[in-house]
């Protein structure tokens, strides 16, 4: 496994942010470095007060409610306390939410820049959901 796995997290399905968070903890868990970018639809989920649910987009979406599976924000809680993974949003899609750094989650680290981002995931694996 790479020494440093870089994620970013633009849609907003549930089947997407689960296996994001998912591959989050479990290479947190194993040492390796790990940063998420959340942007876009993915972005929504960590802002304080809104409480939309993750819109499944297949049948075992639709099933993972009922088998009890640790909710994808739970998991990227889990991969910052097993591995010290960071967890960004992305700086332009918080400008056009027109939210500022109060109204990010607890487990959001901060507002981060694409650029800045990208240079930061420089040599690492680069994982797009």
Do not use: W
Not at 44 to 70: C, D, T, W
Not at 88 to 99: E, I, K, N, R, W
């Amino acid at each position: 496994m790479s020494e440093r796995l870089s994620i970013v997290c633009v849609s907003g399905a549930l089947e997407k942010m689960q296996m994001a968070a998912n591959i989050a903890a479990t290479a947190a868990a194993c040492g390796t470095e790990v940063y998420v970018f959340l942007s876009m639809n993915a972005l929504i989920y960590f802002i304080k007060g809104r409480s939309e649910q993750a819109p499944a987009e297949g049948e075992l979406g639709r099933l993972m409610s009922h088998k009890n599976v640790p909710p994808f924000k739970r998991l990227f809680e889990q991969a910052k306390e097993l591995g010290g993974a960071k967890l960004h949003a992305c700086s332009m899609a918080m400008d056009v939410l027109g939210a500022d750094d109060e109204a990010l989650d607890a487990a959001i680290d901060g507002r981060l820049g694409l650029t800045s981002f990208l240079s930061s995931a420089a040599g690492g694996q680069l994982v797009v959901f």
